[in-house]
């Protein structure tokens, strides 16, 4: 059974930076896709920023390409997102996802993932 565990999240300031983890336990191999998406109160889900399991390959939602990173330590089996030049609007609940089965799908596509971790949220101020 995969699980997953986010941290990093918290509250800062607009133009500020947060730096989120994942964290995955049984995952058998480094080469699932990893990604962020996040939600906001009462709006969809949306994917941020994913990650290929070969690890060359990312995608990133237009909102947050230029201030997000995302990369992985498959030693470590850790995701990470870099978020810079935060935004009142990056306000939201950030999960953590991955997908154990390979797929051609867009990477950002979030019914596609089929392991979720609790979430961790990001509050930034104006």
């Known amino acids: 059974q995969v699980q997953l565990v986010e941290s990093g999240g918290g509250s800062v300031q607009a133009g500020g930076s947060l730096r989120l983890s994942c964290t995955a336990s049984?995952?058998?191999?480094?080469?699932?896709?990893m990604g962020w998406f996040r939600q906001a109160p009462r709006t969809e889900r949306e994917g941020v920023a994913a990650?290929?399991?070969?690890?060359?390959?990312?995608d990133y939602a237009d909102s947050v390409k230029g201030r997000f990173t995302i990369s992985r330590d498959n030693t470590k089996n850790t995701l990470y997102l870099q978020m810079n030049s935060l935004k009142p609007e990056d306000t939201a609940m950030y999960y953590c996802?991955?997908?154990?089965?390979?797929?051609?799908?867009?990477?950002?596509?979030?019914?596609?993932?089929?392991?979720w971790g609790q979430g961790t949220q990001v509050t930034v101020s104006s």
């Open positions: 049984g995952l058998t191999s480094g080469n699932s896709d």
């Open positions: 996802a991955v997908r154990t089965r390979w797929t051609a799908n867009w990477l950002l596509l979030g019914r596609t993932y089929n392991y």
């Open positions: 990650i290929r399991g070969g690890g060359g390959t990312t």
